[in-house]
């Protein structure tokens, strides 16, 4: 109740007590115009308080708000890009890591085909090698027993026609014919 005295003896003394500025000519500083000046005073600023308050700040709060929301929807947008792109690189790594254990499965299935392949091509050529080598050697042993049984033939021959021409005489080939086969054996088993 106090301040309210107070505000009127304020308002009083300001009222009836004239004004250094208003004899001068300042109006404003009239205490004549005071009243005046504090009701258009009172009148625009609550018109602008009212515009303010009922136009201007639901535009800007609800500019506010459009941009919370849209800086919201932003971010709840962006971490949803962030997992999905979290859950791709992830697939990512898991299909890389499949094909390179893929790869190393078929390249190791590879080479144990491919050795196998290689045993399997070696144990055939030794064994076509091992082959030819037993026909080559039966040939070169019927070449010798064919070559050793004409080279007795020729030796008996030739030892019955040399014998002919020095002696005059024909020896009996069962005779030269044996004593060229003792002499062959004999060279033989000297060269084994």
């Known amino acids: 109740m106090k301040k309210i005295y107070l505000i009127y003896l304020t308002l009083y003394l300001l009222i009836s007590v004239p004004s250094f500025g208003a004899s001068e000519g300042m109006p404003q500083l009239d205490s004549k115009f005071w009243i005046s000046q504090i009701i258009w005073l009172t009148i625009i600023f609550s018109f602008l308080f009212i515009a303010i308050w009922k136009f201007f700040l639901p535009k800007i709060s609800n500019n506010i708000e459009n941009r919370k929301t849209k800086i919201l929807n932003d971010l709840n947008e962006a971490e949803n890009l962030k997992k999905t792109a979290d859950k791709k690189l992830l697939e990512y790594d898991k299909i890389i890591?499949?094909?390179?254990?893929?790869?190393?499965?078929?390249?190791?299935?590879?080479?144990?085909?491919?050795?196998?392949?290689?045993?399997?091509?070696?144990?055939?050529?030794?064994?076509?090698?091992?082959?030819?080598?037993?026909?080559?050697?039966?040939?070169?042993?019927?070449?010798?027993?064919?070559?050793?049984?004409?080279?007795?033939?020729?030796?008996?021959?030739?030892?019955?026609?040399?014998?002919k021409q020095m002696l005059g005489t024909e020896i009996n080939k069962s005779s030269v014919s044996a004593i060229v086969e003792s002499v062959s054996k004999e060279r033989r088993e000297e060269s084994i």
């Open 97 to 163: 890591e499949n094909s390179k254990n893929e790869a190393k499965k078929l390249i190791l299935n590879n080479k144990q085909k491919l050795e196998i392949d290689i045993k399997n091509r070696v144990n055939k050529l030794n064994k076509e090698i091992e082959k030819e080598i037993f026909n080559i050697e039966q040939e070169i042993k019927n070449l010798k027993k064919s070559s050793l049984s004409a080279m007795n033939k020729i030796a008996v021959e030739t030892s019955g026609e040399i014998v």
